[in-house]
């Protein structure tokens, strides 16, 4: 099975960026899709963005299109999340989720994960 390790959160100004990182071990982490979350305090763990195997193709929650960016790096095991323009209500945990049987990168339901990393922790300053 796969293990998942995020890294690369912190605290950052608003207007800032940060790239996490997913790094696996025990797999290929090419043979899963995998996607980025996050949970804020109170909330609902939400979908941020997914990649696919081959990493043809990305999707993305409509709130963070164009801020985020979602990409792999075969060779170093590990999924990337690039994140921009950051603000304040960016503040959460980012977790790392993986399946090998997700056909689709188009969903954003969390149950469809059956691997989840530990979280890394983003705090985004006014």
């Known amino acids: 099975q796969v293990h998942l390790v995020e890294s690369g959160g912190g605290l950052v100004q608003a207007g800032g960026s940060l790239r996490l990182s997913c790094t696996a071990s025990?797999?290929?982490?090419?043979?899963?899709?995998t996607g980025w979350f996050r949970q804020a305090p109170g909330k609902e763990r939400e979908f941020v963005a997914a990649?696919?195997?081959?990493?043809?193709?990305?999707y993305y929650s409509d709130s963070l299109k164009g801020r985020f960016t979602i990409s792999r790096d075969n060779a170093k095991n590990t999924v990337y999340l690039q994140m921009n323009s950051l603000k304040p209500e960016d503040t959460a945990v980012y977790y790392c989720?993986?399946?090998?049987?997700?056909?689709?990168?188009?969903?954003?339901?969390?149950?469809?994960?059956?691997?989840w990393g530990q979280g890394t922790q983003v705090t985004v300053s006014s």
């Open positions: 990649i696919s195997r081959n990493s043809v193709n990305t």
């Open positions: 025990g797999r290929t982490l090419s043979s899963y899709t």
């Open positions: 989720a993986a399946d090998p049987w997700l056909g689709s990168v188009r969903t954003a339901d969390k149950d469809e994960y059956d691997y």
